[in-house]
């Protein structure tokens, strides 16, 4: 069993260690512990079960925090029409949250273009969803928790890449790279729809590390002439 403030430490410095400097992070039990929603927050969540609506402000919270650390003021951040989180002008943000860990980073646009971050418990994937999430070369990676960081830099790739182009990239249209902690994403087949996406994953930079019993994931590109 992890102690779940260990988890929150260790997750934040694994981020703010990944991450570029431009890029503020904060995580939900340590930076703040504020569940507050602003009513079109608390709109979009309505239908939600409590254990989602909590995860959910956790999210909106830490990410408010984050923003707070960039010296922006509190603002709503909505819910777009494929659930990603709505930014202020000038910024770019992202949040994952997995058992007790509840993240955000964000950063203006004048300094990093897109960015994904994704948490995920445990040291491999669940057993049988293999061949949902990776590609068969993917499958040929004889180590389990290559499997569970492929999905997560996968979702960190997600989180990056739909903001920026609206092309909604399913896990096996994407084959992960690993060296080191490095990643690199390059498309499996070429979608006539998804060639700004295809383009993006040429320009991003990734890294992953696994700790404490979970694996941790970023992926952005830098702004152009930043
Ligand atoms: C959305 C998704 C990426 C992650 O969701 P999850 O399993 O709940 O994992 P996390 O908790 O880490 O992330 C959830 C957060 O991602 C963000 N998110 C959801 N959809 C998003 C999107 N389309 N674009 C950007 N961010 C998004 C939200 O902030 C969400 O939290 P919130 O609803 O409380 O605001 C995943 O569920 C999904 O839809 N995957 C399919 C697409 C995919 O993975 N493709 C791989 C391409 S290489």
């Known amino acids: 069993m992890t102690d779940p403030d260990y988890q929150r430490i260790t997750v934040r410095d694994l981020l703010q260690g990944l991450l570029p400097d431009a890029v503020s992070v904060a995580v939900w039990g340590l930076d703040t512990t504020d569940v507050e929603l602003e009513a079109e927050e608390r709109e ?3 239908r939600a079960v409590p254990k989602r609506v909590d995860e959910f402000a ?11 650390q960039m010296g922006w003021a509190p603002v709503a951040i909505p819910v777009g029409g494929h659930r990603q989180p709505v930014w202020p002008d000038g910024v770019v ?11 955000a980073a964000v950063a203006r646009a004048s300094d990093v273009s897109c960015l994904g971050i994704d948490v995920e418990s445990g040291v491999a994937l669940p057993p049988g969803t293999d061949g949902l999430i990776l590609t068969s070369a993917e499958q040929t990676d004889p180590a389990p928790v290559h499997g569970l ?7 960190s790739i997600h989180k990056a890449v739909f903001p920026c182009t609206g092309v909604w990239l399913d896990p096996l249209d994407v084959e992960i ?5 490095r990643f690199e994403a390059q498309p499996v087949h070429q979608r006539a729809d998804a060639q700004e ?3 993006l994953l040429g320009d ?12 941790v994931s970023v992926a ?7």
């Open 44 to 46: 979009a969540i309505r």
């Open 58 to 68: 956790r999210g909106r919270a830490t990410a408010r925090f984050a923003l707070a």
């Open 93 to 103: 943000g992202t949040i994952t949250h997995t058992g007790d860990v509840v993240a």
């Open 149 to 155: 960081v492929r999905f997560s830099a996968k979702e």
């Open 177 to 181: 790279g690993l060296e080191g902690t």
């Open 197 to 199: 996406a295809d383009a």
């Open 204 to 215: 991003l930079e990734g890294r992953w590390t696994a700790v404490a019993g979970c694996v």
């Open 220 to 226: 952005w590109a830098g702004a152009t002439g930043a």
